[in-house]
């Protein structure tokens, strides 16, 4: 009878998992079934040898919980969190925390090399270490792995990015609300043997991709900052300015007491804030011709709100989303059918475009640019992106995503914020920013730069996907 009973009282719950005992008495004894679940597609050779990742390393450091003081740029170190990291220009000049009153901060303090590892919510965000990343402090969410780069560099991050190893990294991950991993269980992960030939073939192709990575960033910043040095007043102006590339600043909000004739008569003080003001003004006094930029662009617009029907990635069209566009390596985890997009050109991306991120919070993505150039042609992007298409004969599309994503164009973006909860742009006002116009030449001279940084990129993920080939192979043949 209670027999009967139990059976009616589960007969019909679906069931998600099933799992063979004989693997939790023989695992690590975890209750929750998804631990066991394998989503590789496809299989590894019975014959491979396995050992844990602690083998091929020196260590993961975990630094402590800490209180975050944040301070003036002098009196600091830039900091960072787990999900900027991943982005390809990490906000390092963004906000900086205490080096007298931060204990132990030498802990937090990431080094070139180091494969980085996000610990919790987002768990298994993987990325190496840029030069750029050297010296910032990091949060404690994101695990340091220290390793011989010379060996074991190109295959440990390989490994980690991997279907199999971001499979097993993710059955590590506990919590029911937030997940997250700690060092100690990284260390133990599953790892495989493989030939020591292909090893050394996949270290110098990531030792190559994070060569390009650093270059195509110096070219970004060279552009910005050729860009700049045209518009400064003078000599003297310009020797006070450094790092104008890849700022993002922090402003002072002032009482505004007389709002002159000639302003839009906006009610919000950060509109009138001295540090944007004064930015904005070295437009005004340059002698450069200075066009809008709805007057040099074929489009300036944000598409309308669409369905989200999702398929498999042989059917879809990948989905572009703010973050995305920002990313080291975008991951396109969602598409949609094609039959529903492929005719709606407001849609699709293409080449020579810029993508506005209209939406956020200060600090984080709104307000940045992104730039198509080997990347995004021919996704679709999310209603929360801003379209921005360059008249190719007026102006040169790589000087223009220099401008805008540069000190003086973010800031012309940002002063034209709205929304108390969440900052917003409107895409009509972005239209009505005035661009300096250099000639012809200059302007090929500085997209040139930002073109090869593109494709610097593009061939750092060519190179990432040629390691992953080999990983597999040595996986999967006996």
Known sequence: MIKEEIFNLFANVQIGYLVDSEKVVSGDTRLDSSHFIDDVSYTVNSNLGFTTLSEFIQDVEEPTLFTRIYCDKEFGVPYISSSEMSEIEPPVDS???????????????????????????????????????????????????????????????????????ANELSNLAYGAIVKRVRGFQLAELKTPFISPIKMQEMNELILRALEYREKSNKLVKDARN?????????????????????????????????????????LNPHYYSTEITDKISQINKSSLKKMKLQDICNRVFICYRFPRNFVDSDNGIPLIGTSSSFQIRPIHEKYLSKEEVQNKEDLIIKKNWLLLARVG???????????????????VASDNIIRIIPDENKIDPGYLFAYLSSEIGYTQIT???????????????????????LDPAEQKEIGDLVRKAY?????????????QELLTQALTQA
């Open 415 to 437: 002063q034209l914020k709205h929304g108390a909860a969440q900052a917003a742009l409107d895409f009509n006002e972005i239209s009505q920013i005035d661009i300096p116009i």
């Open 361 to 379: 919070t200060y600090g984080g993505l709104w307000g940045k640019v992104s730039f198509v150039w080997q990347n995004f042609e021919n996704c």
């Open 226 to 266: 050729k860009c700049l040095s045209r518009i400064q007043r003078d000599k003297s102006d310009r020797a006070n300015k450094t790092e104008l590339g890849n700022e993002i600043f922090n402003l002072n909000y002032n009482f505004v007491e007389n709002i002159d004739s000639t302003s839009n008569y906006r």
């Open 95 to 165: 906000r900086f925390i205490s080096k007298t009153l931060t204990k132990n901060i030498e802990q937090y303090i990431i080094k070139r090399g180091q494969i980085l590892v996000s610990a919790a919510g987002t768990v298994g965000s993987i990325v190496v270490a840029t030069e750029e990343l050297d010296g910032v402090a990091g949060t404690s969410d994101i695990l340091r792995i220290n390793l011989d780069q010379s060996k074991y560099l190109g295959f440990i991050y390989t490994y980690l990015t991997s279907s199999f190893g």
């Open 455 to 467: 494709e610097l990129r593009a061939e750092a993920i060519k190179l990432e996907d040629e390691a």
